[in-house]
């Protein structure tokens, strides 16, 4: 399952559904996998009460782990080179996110991606860049 | 914010795979990985975030007393906080500096605006990293939402066992004015 150059075009896509109405819960559970607790991402009451924010969110992190699992699936286990994502707007419980990688080059055994993830709203979440080596 | 040693665990990346959706058998089947093209369990790309579980000072972890910590108990906030001040630039930028390693990512706090890594291979169970960081760039700029915006980059590499390279990652933080406005 990996890709080959001799097959991918410019302005090829993929995309992944990479979850859908996310629940605090797998919040929580990025928060003990990861080891990053900032109650603003697992705490209700702090989050509403002391930080000002509607309900907790997501950790860009997640949204950028939700992200990557869509272009391994794409590239191949072990095959990224770089990648790379600003976090260009928040995500909250109950969001739904699809996540993009669109061909921008292909070269010398090397696929130059670019990367989108939208919430169900059609607002970026989160935006980049991946390269991979492709056969 | 150095790790001396980052074990890269099976247990550990499954966990991690799961928190993010990735049911992939690379990440937890250790026979399924051996036969594949990289030979073993790999991290999923984003994993060596999880360091911070392995750095004993790490600031979004609650102490073992508990103090200090930002989260509720049986009031909004359990950390010991300052009493209420005149709203005057200097003091909440005071008050800011004295959250930005405890969390918060409300009014002054620092959230994640960026993340980048370059991977030079793929870490895989049985490493163990070291990881050094050194400050990037700082710019400001305006924001829409949230106020004055300082935006610092810190960029940590990872070795292995042998000293070589495996990732290097690139964080920008941004400190906000206030919280994100919704609306």
Not at chain 1, 99 to 110: F, I, K, P, Q
Request: with cysteine.
């Amino acid at each position: 399952m990996t890709l080959k150059a001799s097959e991918l075009s410019v302005g090829d896509t993929h995309t992944e559904r990479v979850v859908e109405d996310l629940t605090r819960t797998q919040i929580v559970m990025y928060a003990g996998a990861s080891g990053d607790y900032n109650p603003v991402h697992t705490d209700e009451i702090f989050t509403t009460k002391v930080a000002g924010y509607p309900s907790v969110f997501a950790h860009g992190m997640l949204t950028m782990g939700l992200t990557g699992r869509m272009l391994t699936n794409y590239v191949g286990d072990g095959r990224l080179t770089e990648f790379g994502v600003r976090f260009t707007s928040q995500v909250f419980p109950g969001d739904t996110l699809d996540a993009t990688a669109t061909v921008v080059a292909v070269e010398d055994g090397c696929v130059e991606l670019s990367v989108s993830t939208v919430n169900q709203n059609g607002v970026e979440v989160a935006k980049g860049s991946a390269k991979a080596r492709v056969d | 914010m150095a790790v001396e040693r980052f074990p890269i665990e099976a247990s550990h990346i499954m966990m991690f795979a799961r928190s993010v959706g990735d049911y992939n058998k690379i990440y937890y089947d250790a026979d399924y990985a051996q036969d594949s093209e990289v030979g073993a369990i790999v991290a999923p790309p984003t994993f060596v975030q999880a360091s911070a579980q392995f750095d004993p000072s790490y600031g979004l972890r609650p102490r073992p007393d508990g103090k200090g910590w930002m989260g509720s108990g049986s009031q909004p906030t359990s950390a010991v906080r300052a009493k209420p001040q005149q709203e005057t630039t200097p003091q909440k930028e005071k008050a800011s500096s004295e959250g930005s390693n405890r969390g918060g990512g409300g009014g002054g706090g620092v959230l994640h605006a960026e993340q980048r890594y370059e991977y030079h291979r793929h870490p895989k169970v049985g490493d163990v990293l070291t990881t050094t960081s050194r400050p990037g760039k700082t710019w400001e700029r305006q924001g829409r939402r949230s106020g004055k915006l300082v935006f610092s980059e810190s960029v940590t590499e990872y070795r292995d066992q042998n000293g070589e390279l495996v990732v290097t990652a690139t964080s920008v933080g941004v400190r906000t004015e206030r919280a994100v406005d919704q609306s």
